[in-house]
């Protein structure tokens, strides 16, 4: 009976043994199935384009807490772009502003231009206006010299009377 109690442990530890290789097999299987599919889901990770902006995620779900969610973003997302609009408006205002500023710079520089021509044209009339005045003025000064001296000359020959001839 001995043999036979060795005989039938002998033969359950053999089918254990076959039963664990078979299920240890079937995991090294799966394992490797597993192992193959997340070495793809890596390569999928790192492949992938992580600007969250750009997916517009929408939750699906029953849960209040996640509709709030939504409606919030969606709340956000429209002040966003009536901020933007706003922002768009006052930009244009001011780029409108800016141009009407250098328009009227210019037109004021021109007429400041302008009258500095003026101004200078009218100071060199003036000048050679003046240089005029001072030529005749010095003209008339050397004149009225000539004029003092010959009639100097004149009163001397009056004051002194010449020496009569005798005949």
Same mark, same amino acid.
């Given at each position: ?35 193959? /599919? ?12 992580? %600007? ?5 995620? @929408? ?8 509709? /709030?969610?939504?409606?919030?973003? %969606? ?17 244009? #205002? ?13 037109? /004021?520089?021109?007429?400041? &231009? ?5 101004? #200078? ?7 050679? /206006?003046? %240089? ?5 003025? @010095?003209?008339?000064? #050397? ?23 005798? &005949?």
């Amino acid at each position: 009976m001995k043999e036979i109690i060795r005989t039938v442990v002998l033969v359950a530890l053999i089918v254990v043994a076959v039963y664990f290789a078979f299920v240890v097999n079937k995991v090294n299987l799966r394992m490797d199935y597993l192992n193959a /599919q997340d070495s793809t889901h890596v390569v999928r990770i790192t492949e992938f384009d992580h %600007n969250l902006n750009d997916l517009e995620l @929408q939750f699906i779900g029953r849960g209040k807490h996640i509709q /709030q969610f939504q409606r919030d973003l %969606n709340i956000i997302r429209q002040d966003l772009a009536n901020t933007v609009r706003r922002f768009d408006v006052k930009v244009d #205002s001011l780029g409108l502003l800016i141009r009407e500023l250098q328009s009227n710079t210019e037109n /004021q520089l021109v007429i400041l &231009k302008r009258d500095q021509d003026e101004t #200078s044209e009218h100071l060199t009339q003036f000048q050679r /206006q003046t %240089n005029r005045t001072l030529t005749d003025i @010095q003209t008339a000064v #050397s004149r009225v010299n000539r004029e003092k001296d010959d009639l100097e000359k004149r009163v001397k020959v009056l004051e002194t009377p010449p020496p009569e001839k005798k &005949k």
